[in-house]
């Protein structure tokens, strides 16, 4: 059982940056992966960055060198710092956090509420 809850979108400008903050209910270093999503109207949710316990990050192609995800572990917060944003950058983003519960073996996803990222040309 994780509860995640989002916060820091907004309306920016093309080329304007925001941090997103994630704050989790449990330690994140107990934590599988911690991930960023993104789904835009009409679309999928998309993997945008993940985190992993040990401290191993990946990227979708569309956002390396523009966004960083990273995370301060005495607090249980995970951020994402996105700079250089474009218009297509416009979502929903959702923090996600993986799991694997050692009693059932099985794995389990947890969602954020999201928070709304909108760039404007």
């Known amino acids: 059982q994780v509860q995640l809850v989002e916060s820091g979108g907004g309306l920016v400008q093309a080329g304007g940056s925001l941090r997103l903050s994630c704050a989790a209910s449990r330690s994140i270093t107990e934590i599988n992966r911690m991930a960023w999503y993104r789904q835009a109207p009409g679309n999928k949710r998309d993997l945008v960055a993940s985190?992993?316990?040990?401290?191993?990050?990946d990227y979708v192609d569309s956002v390396k060198g523009r966004f960083t995800i990273s995370r301060d572990t005495a607090k249980n917060m995970v951020f994402l710092q996105m700079n250089s944003l474009k218009p297509e950058d416009t979502a929903v983003y959702y923090c996600?956090?993986?799991?694997?519960?050692?009693?059932?073996?099985?794995?389990?996803?947890?969602w954020g509420q999201g928070t709304q990222v909108t760039v404007s040309s």
């Open positions: 985190i992993r316990s040990r401290g191993n990050t």
């Open positions: 996600n956090a993986g799991v694997f519960d050692t009693s059932t073996q099985l794995w389990s996803d947890y």
